[in-house]
């Protein structure tokens, strides 16, 4: 649930953390009701644009990065030769930017159910669809969970599951049938990698059932990466990878000789991201 009073700051609500989360706005930008949810974009006073859906905070233009980075960018320096990229969700395009910064990217297909959500993000967060028109880029806007059931075997290298919470059109994607249509679709080496919600909050809910469902679909190899993200409940996010083969080994020195910038992953960020806190250990 969400609030917006007469002093103008936005407030999510989250009842299982017993906590919320506002920003201070100048008021809102942008309000529609498409076929599959409610969007709304705000312009706050500190945190650049603001975008919601069904009242639950997707994106803020300042601190975005921190997720886009860490969605692509441990999984694609984590696979020997990534190549051929699905993204579920993602409309905001700004999962899509990160992944094409690596040049051994051939092709980059994303799956979006509700095309609204990428062109609203091209006219608010224009600089996360600066890679839009790359010629590896292909959108479809439709069922992501359909087109993985459908995808030939052995087609894809990465699929990134870029998805809002597991309610609503996204529910379906943190389901064992879905985990066996990816594992089908990926190559001898595919990942998976999804967002899976808060370490704090959520570990018990969401993380160590999405681990149990990826591993009954065949996956031998699972691992959660956290990592800040100031916009979401608790502060602090997460990134699963599920493998064929181990992912708890990465390209170091590929990561570390990068030929773009970032501003948040590092060769020692995903390093460290790779050991568990204790208490996912018990």
């Given amino acids: 649930m969400n609030t917006l009073d007469e002093t103008q700051w936005f407030t999510e609500v989250c009842e299982e953390g017993g906590s919320a989360i506002s920003f201070r706005i100048h008021g809102r930008l942008h309000e529609e009701q498409t076929p599959y949810q409610?969007?709304?974009?705000?312009?706050?006073?500190?945190f650049g644009k603001l975008m919601v859906i069904d009242g639950f905070v997707m994106?803020?233009?300042?601190?975005?990065?921190?997720?886009?980075?860490?969605?692509?960018?441990p999984a694609l320096f984590t696979h020997p030769d990534p190549k051929r990229v699905v993204i579920i969700g993602g409309g905001d395009c700004g999962t899509l930017r990160?992944?094409?910064?690596?040049?051994g990217v051939q092709h980059v297909l994303q799956v979006e159910i509700d095309e609204r959500v990428t062109r609203l993000a091209e006219r608010y967060f224009p600089e996360l669809c600066e890679a839009n028109d790359d010629p590896r880029v292909e959108f479809l806007f439709g069922d992501g969970i359909r087109w993985m059931k459908e995808?030939?075997?052995?087609?894809?290298d990465l699929v990134i599951v870029d998805s809002t919470d597991p309610i609503g059109p996204a529910e379906g994607l943190f389901t064992e049938p879905f985990y066996r249509s990816c594992h089908r679709a990926l190559g001898e080496h595919g990942l998976l990698v999804q967002q899976s919600e808060s370490p704090l909050l959520h570990f018990d809910s969401i993380i160590q059932p999405m681990h149990a469902a990826m591993r009954a679909a065949g996956f031998g190899?699972?691992?959660?990466?956290?990592f800040p993200q100031p916009c979401y409940p608790s502060?602090?996010?997460?990134?699963?990878?599920?493998?064929?083969?181990?992912?708890?080994?990465?390209r170091e020195q590929d990561a570390r000789q990068r030929n773009f910038d970032t501003r948040y992953y590092t060769e020692g960020v995903h390093r460290g991201a790779l050991e568990p806190?204790?208490?996912?250990l018990r």
């Fill in 38 to 46: 409610r969007i709304e974009i705000y312009d706050t006073t500190d």
């Fill in 59 to 73: 994106l803020t233009s300042r601190d975005n990065f921190l997720y886009h980075e860490m969605m692509s960018h």
């Fill in 98 to 103: 990160e992944v094409l910064r690596h040049d």
């Fill in 151 to 156: 995808a030939a075997p052995g087609s894809v």
């Fill in 221 to 226: 190899h699972t691992h959660t990466l956290p």
């Fill in 235 to 250: 502060g602090w996010w997460s990134a699963t990878l599920a493998g064929k083969q181990p992912v708890d080994r990465f």
């Fill in 277 to 280: 806190p204790a208490f996912f």
